[in-house]
């Protein structure tokens, strides 16, 4: 029985497994912690990040030190910034003794966003995140989900009053060979949009939103190509996938498309 050096109390998680399985990452999940995001209006934003803490576990042992996590995250002081993130699995690799790190944060970010017309303003959230790895190299991922408006082409066309539009979901993972705003990405995704959406609205604002979301009409194919054609023109983005969906308003369905590219 292996014992605990500090507390001579046994130390399961040590003990030898004889079914011989490796597992590719084991560690904890929903820990909430204060995290910093670099904002472009104002520097840094302070919000709250959801993480994930993974490593991999050789097959000769039971199991991990979940504890030593926690450990880890709360040695960076009472905030992370994104730029910590490769110290931060470093660390996760040495305390438990690892080859592999794995991190994802998932965080609300805000945006004040003015109306076209009236230029009311207010904050708009997205949902953001980065996946972070060490595995020999040092890799991140950004993702985010952006709420956009869409009208159907095909409605438009062949009805004789309006056409029903939706709220639509654009959701992209991107790496980078440089430093690329989140308001960057989130502008890319809106402008590709039917219309983009907005926290405060005024009747001279809805009628704009309105006019300018019938001059735009998108289907989910549309949605996809367009982003894509934003982030190829993006020196920056290496690699990406894009996948849209949207809430169908008079279909008892959504609508869903996917694409993915390495450039």
């Known amino acids: 029985m292996d014992f605990d050096s500090q507390t001579n109390l046994p130390d399961i998680q040590k003990t030898p497994d004889k079914r011989n399985i490796a597992i590719d990452r084991v560690g904890v999940r929903k820990v909430k912690f204060p995290i910093v995001v670099l904002d472009r209006a104002d520097e ?51 305390k438990l003794k690892a080859e592999k790190a794995h991190v ?23 949902d953001c995140g980065f996946e972070a790895q060490i595995n020999g190299d040092f890799s ?19 009805s004789k009053y309006g056409a029903h539009n939706q709220r639509g979901w654009v959701t992209v993972r991107v790496k980078t060979n440089d430093h690329v705003w989140l308001e960057e990405l989130i502008e890319m995704i809106e402008s590709s949009a039917s219309c983009a959406l907005f926290p405060v609205l005024k009747r001279p604002d809805e009628k704009a939103v309105t006019e300018r979301a019938y001059e ?3 289907f989910v194919e549309d949605m996809v190509r367009e982003v894509a054609l934003k982030f190829d023109a993006e020196s920056r983005i290496t690699q990406y996938s ?22």
């Open 44 to 94: 840094r934003q302070h919000t709250i990040g959801n993480f994930t803490l993974t490593v991999d576990l050789p097959s000769e042992f039971k199991g991990t030190h979940m504890s030593r996590f926690l450990e880890v995250l709360n040695e960076h002081g009472k905030e992370i910034s994104v730029q910590a993130l490769p110290s931060l699995l470093s660390k996760m690799k040495q």
């Open 104 to 126: 994802i944060v998932e965080f609300p970010f805000f945006m004040e966003k003015a109306a076209p017309v009236t230029g009311k303003t207010g904050m708009m959230q997205f």
């Open 140 to 158: 991140v991922t950004m993702f985010m989900t952006v709420p956009v408006a869409t009208l159907c082409p095909c409605s438009k066309e062949i």
């Open 216 to 218: 735009n009409p998108r």
């Open 242 to 263: 894009i996948e849209v969906e949207n809430e169908e308003s008079i279909h008892a369905h959504n609508a869903y498309a996917f694409l993915e590219r390495t450039k």
